[in-house]
């Protein structure tokens, strides 16, 4: 126990222990510039100094465009342009499968294989477009009874605390 006692209080010493930092003309020896400092204010000096420009060189590249530079961030018209691309190759794919639908139509009337007065371009649009099946999602018999025994559950559930509480 003393000698942990001792060894904090010898640290203690050395970081608060005073000293002179004198800047002094070589010529003259007449002093220029004195400061007096402790081991611990050097210290929290560096540290604040380190923390800010860490802090610094964060901002300078988060809210810049040397951003772009760093492996994986990409520019925003970068992204901009990607989407505007991605959603007009959709368009193109949806036309391209009606132009199809269209053109295997148009050979069906050709070949004989349909009769002409059947056709119709928009029927041949609308057959050709993906639909969704309606789903009932309507609540069956099973679940409305298992509903019903909840609610009594809860039902009991909040007498016997009312029950409780009196």
């Given amino acids: 126990m003393s000698g942990k006692r001792l060894k904090r209080k010898k640290l203690h010493k050395k970081l608060f222990t005073k000293n002179r930092l004198v800047i002094l003309n070589e010529d003259t020896f007449e002093e220029t510039f004195s400061l007096k400092l402790t081991l611990m204010n050097v ?6 100094g380190a923390i800010f420009l860490i802090a610094v060189t964060t901002f300078i590249i988060a809210f810049t465009p ?11 018209k ?3 342009d990607a989407t505007e691309l991605a959603l007009k190759s959709d368009s193109i794919t949806n036309l391209l499968k009606q132009n199809q639908a269209y053109i295997s139509s148009i050979q069906k009337v050709l ?16 057959a050709s477009t993906d639909t969704i099946q309606k789903i009932d999602l309507s609540a069956s018999e099973e679940e409305l009874e298992l509903r019903a025994e909840v609610e009594k559950e809860q039902k009991k559930a909040q007498q016997t605390a009312v029950k409780k509480k009196k």
């Fill in 78 to 80: 970068l992204k901009k």
């Fill in 66 to 76: 040397l951003r772009e530079f760093i492996p994986g961030y990409s520019s925003t």
């Fill in 43 to 48: 210290f929290v000096v560096a540290s604040l």
């Fill in 111 to 126: 070949t004989g294989k349909l009769d002409y007065a059947k056709f119709n371009k928009d029927s041949i649009l609308a």
